[in-house]
C-alpha cells in the first residue's frame, strides 16, 4: 500500500509561482511513475503532468507545457510540480497519484494510477 501526501498549495496572485510536492512511503517509489492531476469546482479531474520511475520521460496537459514542470528525486520518494506564471484558471485541488503497472511511461489517463493523495488547495487571484 502507497500513501501519498501532498504539500506546498495555498494563495497566490496570478503570475506567481508555486512547488507542489508529493512524499510518498509504504512503497517502492522507484517502482512508480508519478502523475499529477487537478479537480477546479464543478470541473472533472484532468491530467496535469506525468513523470516516469527515472524521471527520464515526462508527458504534460498540452495547454500546460513551458508554465509546468514534473520531477521527482528518487532519494526523497517525493514528485514535485513546478507552476509558473500561475492563472486564476489554475485554482484547483491538486492531487499526486502513483502507476505501478507501467512505471517506464508517464501515462494521462487517471485509470492507469492505483494511488492516491489527498490534493492540497492551490488558488490564483487575479
Known amino acids: 500500500q502507497v500513501h501519498l501526501v501532498e504539500s506546498g498549495g495555498g494563495l497566490v496572485q496570478a503570475g506567481g509561482s508555486l512547488r507542489l510536492s508529493c512524499a510518498a512511503s509504504g512503497g517502492t517509489f522507484r517502482s512508480y511513475a508519478m502523475g499529477w492531476f487537478r479537480q477546479a469546482p464543478g470541473k472533472e479531474r484532468e491530467f496535469v503532468a506525468a513523470i516516469n520511475w527515472s524521471g527520464g520521460g515526462t508527458a504534460y496537459a498540452d495547454s500546460l507545457k513551458g508554465r509546468f514542470t514534473i520531477s521527482r528525486d528518487n532519494t526523497k520518494n517525493t514528485v514535485y510540480l513546478q507552476m509558473n506564471s500561475l492563472k486564476p484558471e489554475d485554482t484547483a485541488v491538486y492531487s499526486c497519484?502513483?502507476?505501478?503497472?507501467?512505471?517506464?511511461?508517464?501515462?494521462?489517463?487517471?485509470?492507469?494510477?492505483?494511488?492516491w493523495g489527498q490534493g492540497t488547495q492551490v488558488t490564483v487571484s487575479s
Open positions: 497519484a502513483a502507476d505501478r503497472t507501467i512505471p517506464s511511461q508517464p501515462r494521462s489517463r487517471i485509470g492507469a494510477y492505483e494511488y
